[in-house]
């Protein structure tokens, strides 16, 4: 179901050189080339899928398209998934993958949607080095305590809801995980001064949209450089779906923007 709403991002454009990978001898991944152009930025991105589905295909086309916009070099994650491989499992692939991207020697910035956002949260908060240029959070899942206002109010009729969210913290977590465990949540970290630029993108109507902006709030309350905003009309998922609505191209334009701006495309 996941890979057919891939088509809800249009035709997917060409490409000098799309390739599948191994990273690190470890983590499956497929890098999308804008150019042919050596040292090109790169932006590594974190799928959605509530961490128990999504993978390569389900991204392809969102994935080619932000290559061609952005003249970077998109890295898509394949991180093991949920309930077969279990908290730590996708994290620990997330790390190695912000591992090769930092000896690759050039800039790069972190992107993910949903489930993803969350990986790349939290591999912002442990990876504070000058390579790692920005983070973009999309509609993130940042707090397994599911406790947001959001979550009643939009529990459902707007598209994924609470029931569709509690599945995947429930799916992901080995049953005993502390929920407020900064790895798993990360809104609930101490420290997370001195972070990479962040755009985080929340959406109207969806569950996941107060605790996106209360880790906005957390972040800007710490001095990082922060850009958020709400899409009004929109739900869960609208950042996939540029080639079928309005909002979907409006808020791939500002991502793409956001990364050129500060990986000096």
């Not at 489930?115 to 397994?144: F, K, T, W």
Request: glycine share 8%; hydrophobic share 45%.
């Amino acid at each position: 179901m996941v890979r057919r709403a891939n088509a809800l991002a249009g035709e997917p454009p060409a490409l000098p050189k799309i390739e599948d990978v191994t990273l690190l001898g470890r983590v499956p991944a497929r890098q999308y080339w804008p150019s042919t152009t050596k040292d090109l930025p790169i932006v590594m991105y974190f799928h959605g899928g509530r961490f128990f589905s999504g993978d390569l295909e389900s991204h392809d086309t969102l994935c080619r398209v932000v290559a061609l916009a952005t003249g970077c070099r998109v890295v898509a994650v394949d991180y093991r998934l949920a309930p077969e491989h279990r908290f730590p499992a996708a994290l620990e692939d997330t790390r190695i993958a912000v591992d090769w991207a930092s000896q690759q020697r050039v800039p790069f910035g972190l992107a993910g949607d949903s489930a993803g956002a969350n990986l790349a949260a939290v591999a912002a908060q442990s990876h504070r080095e000058p390579d790692l240029r920005c983070q973009v959070l999309i509609y993130p899942m940042i707090d397994a305590t599911c406790s947001s206002t959001a979550f009643t109010t939009y529990a459902d009729g707007f598209g994924p809801a609470a029931l569709d969210m509690k599945r995947g913290w429930a799916e992901y977590l080995p049953q005993g995980t502390d929920p407020c465990d900064p790895l798993v949540s990360p809104i609930y970290a101490g420290d997370v001064a001195g972070l990479a630029p962040a755009f985080v993108v929340t959406a109207e109507f969806d569950t996941l949209c107060d605790e996106g902006e209360a880790y906005a709030r957390k972040l800007i309350e710490a001095g990082n450089l922060v850009q958020v905003r709400r899409y009004l009309g929109a739900i869960h998922g609208f950042f996939v779906m540029p080639g079928t609505l309005r909002l979907g191209r409006e808020v791939l334009h500002d991502v793409v923007a956001f990364l050129k701006l500060h990986l000096g495309v």
